[in-house]
T-cell receptor, first 114, second 117 residues
Framework: EPEVTQTPSHQVTQMGQEVILRCVPI?????FYWYRQILGQKVEFLVS????????KSEIFDDQFSVERPDGSNFTLKIRSTKLEDSAMYFC????????????FGQGTRLTVV | AQTVTQSQPEMSVQEAETVTLSCTYD???????LFWYKQPPSRQMILVIR??????QNATENRFSVNFQKAAKSFSLKISDSQLGDTAMYFC??????????????FGTGTLLAVQP
């Protein structure tokens, strides 16, 4: 069964360093998302991506964040200069269709900023 | 803005028993979708059940059913004949009916369900 895969499963980085979180969505999906969950808090929407551009971003998704789909299969989230408060579980998701469609999630990348 | 509230951080149920997880939401939209997602330990979130707000009939998927009360903005999940494999974090989520090229989910804080043998 097709699934969304994320790498790495856990990443530790120094404050101020750049990190890239990688995701391979399901191959025929058209909509891509990043969510994050700070420990003990709710899952929060970061950004959605469709037709090779950002379709919506939350207020969390500031200039330190960027997304890219460089080769038609990977979908990456870059954090330019990590802060302690960026420590969270980051989930990638994809869906085939738009409104009401089931989103398929990856297992997440746990990012720890020290 | 839409919000989703899950007031039960943790619940426990005996195997084979029935359990109901609560979810309320707030929105001014008339048409929208509601979801329950399940996240087993160390595994990805998977969809359990989906409800379209313009459908009066409550959604059902095998042992999982919902009680959708649109006027009360309530969307509870009932799990019948609970199994050990149902142990997971359960998230209630809201999606606008039409968000353009975005279909973001707004999640509640989750309910951790433990099924006891």
């Amino acid at each position: 069964e097709p699934e969304v895969t994320q790498t790495p499963s856990h990443q530790v980085t120094q404050m101020g360093q750049e990190v890239i979180l990688r995701c391979v969505p399901i191959s025929n999906h058209l909509y891509f998302y990043w969510y994050r969950q700070i420990l003990g808090q709710k899952v929060e929407f970061l950004v959605s991506f469709y037709n090779n551009e950002i379709s919506e971003k939350s207020e969390i998704f500031d200039d330190q964040f960027s997304v890219e789909r460089p080769d038609g299969s990977n979908f990456t989230l870059k954090i330019r200069s990590t802060k302690l408060e960026d420590s969270a579980m980051y989930f990638c998701a994809s869906s085939m269709q738009g409104a009401g469609a089931e989103a398929f999630f990856g297992q997440g990348t746990r990012l720890t900023v020290v | 803005a839409q919000t989703v509230t899950q007031s039960q951080p943790e619940m426990s149920v005996q195997e084979a028993e029935t359990v109901t997880l609560s979810c309320t939401y707030d929105t001014s939209e008339n048409n929208y979708y509601l979801f329950w997602y399940k996240q087993p330990p160390s595994r990805q979130m998977i969809l359990v059940i989906r409800q379209e707000a313009y459908k009066q009939q409550n959604a059902t998927e095998n042992r999982f059913s919902v009680n959708f009360q649109k006027a009360a903005k309530s969307f509870s999940l009932k799990i019948s004949d609970s199994q050990l494999g149902d142990t997971a974090m359960y998230f209630c989520a809201f999606m606008k009916h039409y968000g353009g090229a975005t279909n973001k989910l707004i999640f509640g804080t989750g309910t951790l369900l433990a099924v006891q043998p």
